[in-house]
């Protein structure tokens, strides 16, 4: 079992930047990938950044690409999400999930988190 709690959310100009970090908790965490990924209103839960267990692999949305960057502490249990130039249509409540499958699908993720907000203005 993992347990995971989000933080760093919050309002950003556009341009901004902000760090958005995942609290695990487990004995196993360093044995799981992670995920980051978002919903904005009236829209799926996409894909944003993943992250493979031993931090060796990433892989990031298009969207994203450039200007986000994922990472983990495994001394900590903490994933982060570097985001920087943010835009207005990064909007969103951001959630971090864990699993034993390295993937960009969110149906294959088991454990979540609660989610943060975050709002980009114009």
């Known amino acids: 079992q993992v347990q995971l709690v989000e933080s760093g959310g919050g309002l950003v100009q556009a341009g901004g930047s902000l760090r958005l970090s995942c609290a695990a908790s487990g004995r196993t965490f360093g044995s799981y990938n992670m995920g980051w990924f978002r919903q904005a209103p009236g829209k799926e839960r996409e894909f944003v950044a993943t992250i493979s267990w031993n931090g060796a692999m990433t892989n990031y949305a298009d969207s994203v690409k450039g200007r986000f960057t994922i990472s983990r502490d495994k001394a900590k249990n903490v994933v982060y999400l570097r985001m920087n130039s943010l835009k207005p249509e990064d909007t969103a409540v951001y959630y971090c999930?864990?699993?034993?499958?390295?993937?960009?699908?969110?149906?294959?993720?088991?454990?979540w988190g609660q989610g943060t907000q975050v709002t980009v203005s114009s």
């Open positions: 999930a864990a699993d034993g499958v390295y993937s960009v699908r969110p149906n294959e993720y088991d454990y």
